[in-house]
């Protein structure tokens, strides 16, 4: 699944209070979505987002919105993470956002 492309790159590092939050936010996420809860993954990405914003988390919600039917928000999180809102993607993390973005 592509969505989980993103999550072996994002690298484990201390992190303080809302950042780990996030961080534990995240993980559940991705057992939500891996289990087809979509709904239950959207929910939990937008909150990690909001705490901690991140690129893999970004793609993530896009992913988990796709699966809730909800295209158009994913395609406006798609549009921000390509814009760099939530930093810089290196060139084979831009390929899989723009992938994403093509099947939509």
Known sequence: ??????????????LGGTANEARLMFERAMSELAAGRFADARDDFRRS??????????????????GTGETRAALAVLDELLAGRYGVLDPERRSEADALRAEM
Do not use: C, E
């Open 1 to 14: 699944m592509l969505a989980l492309l993103l999550t072996a790159r994002a690298k484990a590092a201390p």
């Open 49 to 66: 987002l909001g705490l901690h914003p991140s690129r893999a988390t970004a793609f993530n919600l896009a992913v988990a919105l796709r």
